[in-house]
Antibody
Framework: EVKLLESGGGLVQPGGSLRLSCAAS????????MSWIRQPPGKAPEWLGV??????????EYNPSVKGRFTISRDNTQNILYLQMNTLRAEDTAIYYC??????????WGQGTLVTVSS | DVQMTQSPSYLAASPGESVSISCKAS??????LAWYQEKPGKTNKLLIY???TLQSGTPSRFSGSGSGTDFTLTIRSLEPEDFAVYYC?????????FGSGTKLEIK
């Protein structure tokens, strides 16, 4: 069974940093592209970026809205996906999801972790 | 970025009825459109991808159609479990983008 479990969310001050994790299980992690998606409460999802699979060199793509502030990485020995978020702003407040997607759609999502940026 | 415009944002219907949700892209995305269902306390569920391909496990009362810029999700004979929020998402190009959502409520 495919499982994705995010962690690391919480309250952070504007300008601060946070690293989110997503523990993956139930599939061969290195075979799949992995994405981060966020959703402010009551709003639509926003795709943040993707890290490709082993066959595609684990390269990354980012949404221009977060490029330069957010970094996606993966630990393929422990099957963990990361999202490093820097210079956080109030508008970054959202539930953050990891999702498994290979051709641009997402068949598996985690339950999400809430990030609140506030002083 | 490709802008995705969904309509209506709110829809009320009764069990047994059929409904349609529209999603329009700001430029052609071929047939590269997915539909998701969002329900409280559950992970987002992929219903359809590539415009009309049902994800494994999606009931046959769901169907997707369209190409280019105009797409439709149709749900025939609504079941009680279908009342939820629905999102479209284009998977033609990065950045991947979502529609603003349609909340389907029981009339």
């Amino acid at each position: 069974e495919v499982k994705l479990l995010e962690s690391g969310g919480g309250l952070v001050q504007p300008g601060g940093s946070l690293r989110l994790s997503c523990a993956a299980s139930g599939f061969t992690f290195t075979d799949f592209y992995m994405s981060w998606i966020r959703q402010p409460p009551g709003k639509a999802p926003e795709w943040l970026g993707v890290i490709r699979n082993k066959a595609n060199g684990y390269t990354t793509e980012y949404n221009p809205s977060v490029k330069g502030r957010f970094t996606i990485s993966r630990d393929n020995t422990q099957n963990i996906l990361y999202l490093q978020m820097n210079t956080l702003r109030a508008e970054d407040t959202a539930i953050y999801y990891c999702a498994r997607g290979h051709s641009g759609w997402f068949a598996y999502w985690g339950q999400g972790t809430l990030v609140t940026v506030s002083s | 970025d490709v802008q995705m415009t969904q309509s209506p944002s709110y829809l009320a219907a009764s069990p047994g009825e059929s409904v349609s949700i529209s999603c329009k892209a700001s430029k052609s995305i071929n047939t590269y459109l997915a539909w998701y269902q969002e329900k409280p306390g559950k992970t987002n569920k992929l219903l359809i991808y590539s415009g009309s391909t049902l994800q494994s496990g999606t009931p046959s009362r769901f169907s997707g159609s369209g190409s280019g810029t105009d797409f439709t999700l149709t749900i025939r004979s609504l079941e009680p479990e279908d009342f939820a929020v629905y999102y479209c998402q284009q998977h033609n190009e990065y950045p991947l983008t979502f529609g603003s959502g349609t909340k389907l409520e029981i009339k």
